[in-house]
T-cell receptor, first 115, second 116 residues
């Protein structure tokens, strides 16, 4: 069975400092993993995805994530936070070998940026 | 990337009326679309999976007669909230699958429903 756990419901960092949003997953199959960002009253935008290619995935807006199978983790990082990064972030896991309905959302992490 | 358009973005209605929300895939054909509900400061809750040309598959606890889903074409799915009540007020989001096996979803901008 699949599951995804976002370890922090809220992360607050100062502008210009690194960002780390943590995500752990479990999957019976070879997982695809995604990070989405949601700004207030908006839909979700894909930041990056892992689909069994390179384990270090680079996404938009300077974000990247590393797939670590041994740790079952897919943490999202950014070297230097910007005010515009303040949003809700969702880690998502899906099975590559099953239908798209087996997509599981994490509970979300709210990222706040201090000036 | 693929574009999914959702309309209306905001709707206010009186209790007892019905509201229709549209979800369109603008530049690709989506055989499967998903409808979610999101409460404030919470994650997305999958309500139903909409399959083109067949009945939608509802998640446990979601009332089929309350939330009518129609997916009559490969580019359009609609969610109708029937006899809306204040507790139905929420943010509703649709998404479309980017293709078999990839798992990637393309999301609409969401619809904020307020029932007075």
């Amino acid at each position: 069975a699949q599951s995804v756990t976002q370890l922090d419901s809220h992360v607050s960092v100062s502008e210009g400092t690194p960002v780390l949003l943590r995500c752990n997953y479990s999957s019976s199959y070879s997982p695809s993993l995604f990070w989405y960002v949601q700004h207030p009253n908006k839909g979700l935008q894909l930041l990056l995805k892992y689909t069994s290619a390179a384990t270090l995935v680079k996404g938009i807006n300077g974000f990247e994530a590393e797939f670590k199978k041994s740790e079952t983790s897919f943490h999202l990082t950014k070297p230097s936070a910007h005010m515009s990064d303040a949003a809700e972030y969702f880690c998502v896991v899906s099975d590559q070998d099953s239908s798209a309905s087996k997509i599981i959302f994490g509970s979300g992490t709210r990222l706040s940026i201090r000036p | 990337g693929a574009v999914v358009s959702q309309h209306p973005s905001r709707v206010i209605c009186k209790s007892g009326t019905s509201v229709k929300i549209e979800c369109r895939s603008l530049d690709f054909q989506a055989t499967t679309m998903f409808w979610y509900r999101q409460f404030p400061k919470q994650s997305l809750m999958l309500m139903a999976t909409s399959n083109e040309g067949s009945k939608a598959t509802y998640e446990q606890g979601v009332e089929k007669d309350k939330f009518l889903i129609n997916h009559a074409s490969l580019t359009l799915s609609t969610l109708t909230v029937t006899s809306a009540h204040p507790e139905d007020s929420s943010f509703y989001i649709c998404s479309a699958s980017g293709g078999w096996g990839t798992g990637e979803l393309f999301f609409g901008e969401g619809s904020r429903l307020t029932v007075l």
